[in-house]
């Protein structure tokens, strides 16, 4: 069996010329999958850590009813017992730190406009523990929770761009209470901000916990966000907050951030469609030019083969001579590509290219390559498959070459 | 002696137009006619005629690389005509050794390689190969040129290795298909002579055509062919034609 693996191995390179157009396909093929497939990555990761740490968190504690409220009436559906969820949550291994937050809806005017906001009220002291992306000012300073202090505000620059507003200013929020009354509170801009995606910033509106229990006249938070060291320990902590949420007077559900990120979702089910897409063409461009450099490769050898089969070599190791062949061609061909790839990717990554900003976006993308053992992987087998079986057609015709005339053949 | 060739009034006809829904009796070309032929254990043969006398085929059908027309042929005693092909893999890998026209060696293989392969394909283990491929490229004279590639070696040198190669599995029958065709006179001379040595000294059968009148002088028995057909079987000092 070595010994036919070396003839195998060395026909590969009987053809030098040949081969390397072979291997440069088969590589550049490998290259490609890797540098889309290495930024997609990068993409997924971005849009991953960027959606978490912009709020979302890597885990979050609702009640049961939570999905099932009445979109008015936010806090009828409110968690009682917060104080204490998110005490025992705390002590919890991996948790940087927990966030009570009332997610809520209304209207906001200054006097002469009224507007949609989609307001969050928050603990800032809380928010900070969670370690998150630090809020992007276009002007102001963050919320602070001075007790007695005035009502403050952060708004989307969408939103004070529409109420032409600035810091300093004054809003009025108008929202429905928990026993259906229209309550509103004033508040005095403190700082205007810019998300990134136009479409929040024109209805973001944060406000502090305690201004936001007034104003819905309840105690309760929507939820609990919590802040975890690192975004794949999510599992873990998930498993092992779970039981704690058991037993208590509400029930309580605990929800990874990847159910709850439906934008990553889509992004990502779109893309990875788009990649699975870029394979096929990838494994069909291989399987096509791979048949034919073989069925060339097979024609150009009859007389060699019909002397292997004279002297009794079993036609099985004709076939199994050219799937050997074959894929050692794909070892080969995606070893030059794994390198290439890489070495592409670190090229693009100290390049600083930028990408124009995503549609909603409002910032330029930056474009880098992650290196991905499972993409390398899963791209080198892609190869290997096709070129193995680009060689079936040649093998078999091979095999069942007539002696006679292979022979003869000139 | 042992009879190791019985070809009993073989023919064998060829189809002019590849396609077989197309063929009408008269659209065949007939390569062999009616050959008998009968070969004992040790001879040394040759078979001789003009290009397109029957030769190749006739070797051909010997060597169980192609099936008659009509008749049969035994080898070693064994009916190829009702053999299924990997039966006739096995007896070709077994009994009979090939030397070819274009000395035919696996160019990615060195001399050594080359001689070695029908021991690989028959599983032997590997240090009686190595055994048997010095033993066998000792015979030829070239173990100093054993770990040389064919297209380093000269014409006679490469197929001195065709030789080593159809001898190193002991076949019962070494079928030669014009092996001095691609040689000057000196190197044919040479291989048909070292043949011959071979012939005598391991007691193997050799079957081998040409169309030089001048090695003829070299053999014991010459079967000649012309239009398919055995013309003349003569022993030296005898005649069975």
């Known amino acids: 069996m070595a010994k036919f693996l070396l003839l195998a191995f060395r026909n590969v390179f009987r053809n030098r010329r040949r081969t390397m157009m072979t291997l440069f396909m088969v590589g550049g093929g490998v290259a490609g999958l890797l540098l889309v497939g290495g930024f997609f990555s990068f993409m997924f990761w971005g849009l991953r850590e960027h959606t978490i740490n912009s709020g979302l968190g890597h885990l979050q504690i609702f009640t049961a009813d939570h999905f099932n409220r009445d979109e008015v009436r936010v806090l009828d559906t409110g ?9 025992s949550v705390k002590t919890g291994g991996h948790v940087r730190g927990v966030a009570p937050r009332i997610e809520f809806y209304g209207m906001v005017s200054n006097g002469d406009k009224s507007s949609v906001f989609m307001g969050t009220a928050v603990d800032p002291a809380a928010e900070a523990s969670l370690g998150f992306f630090p809020t992007r000012f276009e002007s102001g300073r963050d919320l602070n929770n001075k007790p007695g202090g005035e009502v403050e505000a952060l708004i989307g620059n969408g939103l004070a761009k529409s109420m032409n ?3 300093g200013d004054g809003l009025t929020l108008l929202a429905m209470t928990s026993d259906g009354a229209l309550n509103g509170v004033d508040v005095q801009i403190v700082g205007i901000v810019n998300n990134g995606i136009a479409e929040i910033d024109a209805r973001y509106l944060r406000i502090t916990l305690a201004s936001a229990q007034r104003l819905l006249q309840s105690d309760r938070v929507t939820n609990l966000v919590v802040g975890l060291d690192k975004t794949e320990n999510t599992d873990l902590v998930a498993a092992e907050l779970a039981p704690r949420l058991h037993g208590l007077p509400q029930q309580l559900v605990l929800k990874k951030w990847i159910d709850l990120a439906t934008y990553y979702k889509q992004v990502r089910s779109l893309f990875s469609t788009i990649f699975v897409f870029l394979g096929v063409i990838v494994f069909f461009m291989v399987l096509m030019s791979s048949v034919n450099t073989l069925l060339m490769t097979m024609f150009e050898r009859t007389r060699e083969i019909g002397t292997m089969l004279a002297m009794g070599t079993p036609r099985a190791w004709i076939v199994a001579l050219f799937m050997f062949e074959a894929t050692i061609i794909g070892v080969l061909g995606a070893i030059v590509g794994v390198v290439a790839g890489n070495l592409l990717g670190v090229l693009v990554n100290h ?21 991905v053992p499972s993409l390398m992987i899963g791209a080198s087998l892609l190869v290997i498959a096709s070129l193995a079986l680009a060689s079936i057609l040649p093998a078999i015709r091979a095999s069942r070459l007539q002696i006679a005339e292979a022979l003869s053949h000139v | 002696m042992d ?15 590849t396609n077989p829904a197309h063929h009408p009796a008269h659209s065949f070309v007939s390569a062999l006619s009616h050959a008998t032929l009968r070969v004992t254990a040790g001879e040394f043969l040759a078979i001789s005629g003009p290009s397109g006398s029957g030769k190749t085929t006739l070797l051909n059908l010997i060597g169980c690389i192609d099936q008659p027309t009509t008749g049969r042929i035994l080898v070693d005693g ?13 007896l070709r ?7 070819f026209q274009t000395f035919n060696l696996i160019p990615v293989f060195t001399a050594a390689e080359n001689v070695e392969y029908p021991l690989l394909i028959q599983d032997v283990s590997s240090s009686e190969r190595r055994q048997r491929v010095a033993d066998a490229l000792d015979s030829v004279g070239l173990s100093a040129r054993a770990n040389q590639r064919p297209d380093l070696l000269s014409g006679g040198e490469r197929q001195r290795v065709a030789v080593a190669r159809a001898i190193v599995h002991r076949p019962a029958l070494v079928l030669a298909d014009e092996p001095t065709a691609n040689l000057d006179t000196h190197n044919a001379t040479q291989l048909i002579d070292l043949m011959h040595g071979l012939n005598r000294r391991l007691g193997l059968t050799f079957i081998f055509s040409t169309h030089d009148a ?19 079987d003569l022993l030296k000092g005898d005649s069975r034609g």
């Open chain 1, 79 to 87: 968690i009682d017992s917060w104080r204490q969820v998110a005490a």
């Open chain 1, 165 to 167: 507003v600035k810091v």
């Open chain 1, 351 to 371: 390049s600083g290219l930028h990408l124009p900003p995503p549609p909603g976006f409002t910032e330029p993308m930056n474009f880098r390559v992650l290196h």
């Open chain 2, 3 to 17: 009879e190791i060739v019985n070809v009993e009034a073989v023919s064998r006809s060829f189809p002019l137009d």
């Open chain 2, 78 to 90: 064994v009916d190829t005509s009702t053999l299924k092909p990997s039966s006739m893999s096995s």
């Open chain 2, 93 to 99: 890998r077994e009994k009979i050794g090939f030397v």
């Open chain 2, 214 to 232: 001048r090695l003829l002088d070299h053999t014991e028995r010459i079967v000649r062919l012309c239009d398919g057909e055995v013309i003349s």
